[in-house]
């Protein structure tokens, strides 16, 4: 056994998905089951396509507030008996909202497995949105807001989406202190109405469950005579041309230049998906990632220097997120567009690329490690509209990534001349370096 | 609720002191080694503080075998993910891989074990990361400065326990190649550290390995552990940071805390599920709901840089709330008072134990999930109780807590005289105290 040269191990084992088992209720609600007996757990999504792109126009936030409220009191329970049920079978039940869907997570002991099932129904079916409670969560995320956008990288992200994607509702994907103050309960019944339905949900439990025959009888006893209603359709997923601009966004006082680069993809459906996310582990997903090693490893100017492909159910975004300190804003953001550009120009070695597939085959596996990323991963799928197969079908994906696949795609979605740019910082410090990019478009931090 | 699980322990010693832990798990293909080395930024010195995080860094620049980058390059490209981060009294690393590439993680950990190559230009980058990282993670970024800096400088009156983990810039400037390499040969040697091994691993074979890379590096003579002890706190203290970056304000409340697995430990634990743990809990309920005049919170024994597992005294109870503007601190603190004394007075209702006891029981089940925090639990109490079987073992010394423990534990440990309190006023100038 050699000290000097690391080991040598067998070649990386792709993942294996669990037996699931999947069947639609008549009320068209899509129930995912999946027996996992390692820990005396079960653990459970209750998934709507009920996200922020659902919000209406002047009303941000509402999907956000509807699954905040959720749990907040039902036709038969108070705010506070629901905490105390849950609290005493040992479980959790929270509901949140992203840009797609509005997603209940409920866990419990295994044997409290009934009660937990007649939580979630209640609270999806019969939560009555008590008026204290609602003027209360005005108030509270109004206070909650304010302290997000005390943050750098909250204001970051926000100018961000709305650059990339706006008119559509993805460009808008927390509340304002406008939209806030319009919140009704009023307006989160009728959001509840028109989205909460079965036929526009799938519940997945995963865990240490009884028989298939047991758990689906509970199941329908909480779920089969939920009414099935007619849903709105998303948003038409009309999206504009990537094209460069340059947007600072003034916060005086700051002592870092918080920067985002990148631009609207794709979903996890289209035929780029796969090369682009092994371009995007190449550039910037890891921290042996080219992002990582010069901007922050040779160059320091960065703690966290790395990119990120999100995908969502209509669209995606890619970019580059990074925090530099302010007198080096113009060498980063150099240094930034010089990776992207030569991932797209140059294409990329055979060891750099089966490294990078490994990499993205490896955390696959471990992120499906625990009950509670398996049943996200699973909810995911469901409400991606994406087969469950593409668990199991993602590692052989990953491998037949071509070099040439991978560079086509780093050459259009990290392609810098259509790449967006958004820093937040002191404008004093950062106008003048930025502007060496083009001109800029200043806005005042709200 | 027949709801115990039992984690596997096999535990031995290398004759060089490393103290090793394997647990097997074969429920999936993955696999973390957790090395965790008994130093941590309360052994800092005047004048190097943020030196032990600065080293923490420096473990990553590369070692005999594995120059500069081949650790990051190494466990990513077999499919794994790694970090390490600085404690108060420790410092940990990890690697979480598939686990037919547990030998890559091993190896890697001992190459560094063994020794470091440092030189001035990778101590200079490395000190330009940590500044960048002070600016993201603390300067830029409101409550941090007052929760990282000035609540331990209120906290604590020894210099180990109230000085900045994270550093000052002059600190950071002044240390040397020299420190690193002294700091290395001091503290970085296996009698100061526990590997644990958790998930889809065969314990002869990883055995085999473990001895074969680390098993002749050599000990070292530790010096004695600094003095951390606290004088005792007789009357309460108050201060007020102004916070140019928040707009929202907030107070913290605490209390110095007991000392690790004392009874008067596992009561205060229990004593913080029921005043702050979920939203059955008499916060929530109180405070956030009945007076709402509390936004947010977050409590632990050991706040902000521990909870119970790595807590280790001196340490603090403490509760940091985000409040109402349409509320003064002074308020909050009394209405936090308030809901203690009543704990201290009338003591807790046989239903609201009851749900305190499954709060814990699952909330065990649910933070033991992945190989990762069962590797960091097993190392943790190795390196701080001596016994990793507390895994298995300390829930039931949480349940035992009776109910007139814990409300002694409100009246006693939670007493006003005992309480320290920091008011974050938003505002733009740096004035008062």
Redesign the interface.
């Known amino acids: 056994?050699s000290?000097?040269?690391?080991?040598r191990?067998?070649e990386?084992?792709l993942y294996?998905l669990p037996a699931v088992f999947e069947t639609t209720l008549a009320s068209g609600l899509e129930v995912v089951l999946v027996e996992?007996r390692?820990?005396?757990?079960v653990t459970a999504r209750l998934g709507f396509q009920a996200g922020s792109k659902f919000d209406p126009e002047g009303l941000a936030g509402l999907s956000e507030s509807t699954s905040a409220l959720l749990?907040e009191g039902t036709r038969t329970r108070t705010?506070?008996r629901?905490?105390?049920e849950?609290?005493?079978?040992?479980?959790?039940l929270k509901a949140e909202s992203s840009p797609d869907a509005l997603i209940l997570s409920a866990?419990?002991?295994?044997?409290?497995l009934p009660k937990m099932l007649e939580l979630m129904a209640d609270v999806a079916r019969n939560a009555v949105f008590p008026p204290r409670e609602v003027a209360?969560r005005k108030?509270?995320r109004r206070?909650?807001l304010?302290?997000q956008?005390?943050?750098?990288e909250f204001l970051a992200a926000e100018k961000f989406v709305e650059v990339v994607f706006a008119p559509h509702p993805y460009c808008r994907q927390d509340p304002t202190l406008e939209s806030i103050e319009r919140l009704s309960r009023a307006g989160v019944v009728a959001f509840r109405e028109r989205q909460l339905a079965p036929n526009n949900a799938a519940l997945i439990l995963l865990g240490a469950l009884p028989l298939r025959r047991q758990t689906l009888e509970l199941v329908r006893a909480r779920f089969a005579d939920w009414t099935r209603r007619r849903v709105p359709l998303p948003p038409a997923p009309h999206f504009p041309r990537p094209k460069r601009s340059i947007t600072l966004v003034n916060r005086p006082?700051?002592?870092?230049a918080d920067i985002r680069i990148g631009r609207l993809a794709v979903t996890r459906a289209h035929a780029d998906y796969f090369p682009l996310l092994a371009a995007n582990s190449i550039l910037g997903g890891?921290?042996?990632s080219r992002l990582?090693?010069n901007i922050?490893?040779?160059k320091?100017?960065?703690?966290?220097a790395h990119s990120a492909v999100v995908p969502l159910r209509d669209s995606g975004v890619a970019s580059v997120i990074t925090?530099?300190?302010n007198d080096v804003l113009r060498p980063a953001i150099e240094g930034v567009l010089a990776e992207m550009r030569r991932l797209g120009q140059r294409r990329v070695g055979s060891k750099e690329l089966?490294?990078t597939k490994?990499?993205l085959?490896?955390?696959f596996?471990?992120r499906?490690?625990?009950?509670?990323g398996l049943a996200s991963q699973l909810a995911g799928l469901k409400l991606m509209g994406l087969p469950l197969s593409y668990l199991r079908r993602y590692g052989d994906r990953v491998r037949a990534v071509e070099p040439e696949r991978l560079q086509a795609a780093a050459a259009k979605y990290f392609d810098p001349e259509v790449a967006t740019i958004v820093v937040v910082g002191d404008r004093e410090k950062l106008l003048p370096q930025l502007e060496k990019f083009g001109s800029v478009k200043v806005e005042e931090a709200r | 609720?027949?709801?115990?699980?039992r984690i596997p322990i096999e535990r031995f010693t290398l004759s060089n002191g490393l103290r090793v832990i394997l647990s097997p798990?074969h429920?999936?293909?993955?696999a973390t080694v957790y090395l965790i080395y008994g130093v941590g930024a309360r052994v800092e010195e005047r004048g190097r503080t943020g030196f032990a995080h600065l080293f923490e860094h420096m473990m990553f620049q590369g070692s005999?075998?594995?120059p500069?980058?081949t650790h990051?390059?190494?466990i990513?490209?077999?499919?794994?993910?790694?970090n390490g981060s600085t404690h108060p009294d420790f410092t940990d690393y990890f690697e979480?891989?598939?686990s037919?590439?547990?030998?890559?993680a091993l190896?890697?950990e001992?190459?560094r074990m063994r020794g470091l190559q440092v030189n001035r230009a990778n101590l200079?980058?490395?000190?330009?990361?940590?500044?960048?990282?002070r600016?993201?993670?603390f300067?830029?970024?409101?409550y941090a400065v007052a929760i990282v800096e000035r609540w331990p400088q209120l906290a604590f009156r020894n210099w180990h326990n109230s000085h900045s983990i994270i550093g000052s810039f002059e600190d950071l400037d002044g240390a040397t190649v020299a420190d690193v390499r002294r700091f290395f040969q001091t503290y970085y040697a296996p009698n100061n550290a526990v590997l644990a091994v958790a998930g889809d691993l065969r314990p002869e074979e990883t055995r085999r390995?473990v001895e074969?890379?680390f098993g002749d590096i050599p000990a070292q003579a530790l010096p004695s552990p600094p003095n951390l002890t606290e004088p005792p706190q007789k009357a309460p203290r108050t201060g007020v940071h102004r916070d140019?970056?928040?707009?929202?304000p907030a107070v913290i409340v605490g209390y110095p805390g007991p000392t690790r697995r004392t009874p008067n430990y596992y009561a205060l634990v229990m004593l913080d599920i029921v005043l702050t743990?979920?939203?059955?809990s008499r916060f929530?309920?109180r405070l956030?709901?009945g007076r709402?005049s509390v936004?947010?919170y977050e409590a632990n024994l050991g706040w902000p840089f521990a909870g119970p597992a790595d807590y280790k005294d001196p340490g603090r109870y403490a509760v940091f709330l985000?409040h109402?503007?349409a509320f003064r601190s002074e308020q909050i603190v009394k209405q936090v008072e308030e809901e203690i004394r009543a704990v201290a007075r009338a003591g807790l209702r046989r239903?609201e134990l009851?749900?305190?006891r499954?709060?814990l029981?699952?909330?065990r089940?649910?933070q033991l999930?992945?190989?990762r925090t069962r590797a960091a639990a097993l190392g943790q109490y190795e390196l701080l109780d001596g016994n990793p079987d507390y895994v298995n073992t300390e829930l039931d010394l949480f349940l035992a807590a009776t109910p007139d423990e814990i409300q002694q534990a409100a009246r006693e440990w939670l007493a006003p005289e005992r309480r320290s309190v920091l008011e974050i006023v938003p505002g733009k100038k740096q004035e008062g105290r």
């Open positions: 056994m000290r000097s040269r690391p080991p191990t067998p990386l084992e294996k996992d390692r820990l005396p757990l749990t705010a506070r629901l905490a105390e849950v609290a005493a079978i040992g479980g959790t866990s419990t002991l295994a044997d409290c209360l108030q509270n206070q909650e304010l302290a956008r005390s943050q750098a006082g700051s002592v870092q890891s921290t042996s990582f090693m922050r490893e040779k320091g100017f960065a703690y966290d925090q530099v300190r089966a490294a490994n990499y085959n490896g955390v596996v471990i499906l490690e625990t009950p509670d | 609720m027949p709801a115990e699980f798990d429920s999936t293909p993955v005999k075998n594995a500069k980058g990051f390059k190494l990513e490209a077999n499919g794994g993910a790694l979480v891989l598939p037919n590439k547990l030998a890559v190896w890697l001992a190459d200079e980058n490395q000190r330009q990361t940590v500044k960048q990282e600016r993201l993670a300067d830029n970024r409101p390995l074969a890379y140019p970056l928040a707009q929202v743990g979920g939203e059955s929530h309920q956030v709901k709402q936004i947010q985000l109402k503007p239903r009851a749900r305190a499954a709060f029981r699952s909330n089940v649910r999930q992945s190989s």
